[in-house]
């Protein structure tokens, strides 16, 4: 053997070290040039649940003052039970507000109270004046949780 074989380096080392090395050194590079999310970004579903939740209390104002009309304020009807079940859903709305409820509990727990008194209100069948004083309560106490971003 007067001549030694010549070995190629192989393909799938090459490739292979690429991966090791370059693929983690790019994903680092990328990650600390990408911009931080704002406050205002991480709040948003927070932000939209409170607006949604806001929403509701205009179907709680219109179906419980048709219920009155109708005279089923004393009976239940489809218009008290569309009322108790928006304000059902602007509860549920308010719960998945959990961000601003973190940065913002007294507020969030007051707004929790004023659902639950609108909830027995309408159980109660309570006067529509009534009932159109918590939503008022409770539309001041959602504007008073969501910040101005």
């Known amino acids: ?3 030694r074989r010549q070995r190629h380096f ?3 080392l090459a490739a292979l070290i690429t991966a090791v090395v370059v693929v983690p050194l790019a ?4 990650r600390g040039t990408a911009p931080s999310p704002s406050l205002a970004t991480q ?7 409170v607006q949604h939740a806001q929403g509701t209390l ?9 219920a009155a009309a109708d005279g089923t304020a004393a009976q239940p009807g489809v218009s008290l039970t569309a009322a108790k079940d928006a304000a059902t859903r602007g509860l549920d709305d ?11 509990p007294d507020r969030a727990r007051q707004a929790r109270a004023d659902f639950e008194a609108l909830l027995r ?6 006067a529509v004046e009534e009932v159109k004083t918590l ?4 539309r001041a106490d959602l504007a008073a949780l969501v910040p101005a971003l």
């Open 58 to 66: 205009d179907v709680v104002d219109l179906e419980y003052a048709r």
């Open 27 to 30: 994903f680092l590079l990328g």
């Open 94 to 104: 308010l719960d998945q507000a959990t961000d601003l409820a973190r940065l913002y």
């Open 10 to 12: 192989p393909a799938y």
């Open 135 to 138: 939503t008022g309560a409770l």
């Open 43 to 49: 709040l948003t579903p927070s932000i939209y649940a």
């Open 1 to 3: 053997m007067l001549y």
């Open 121 to 126: 209100a309408i159980d109660r069948h309570s």
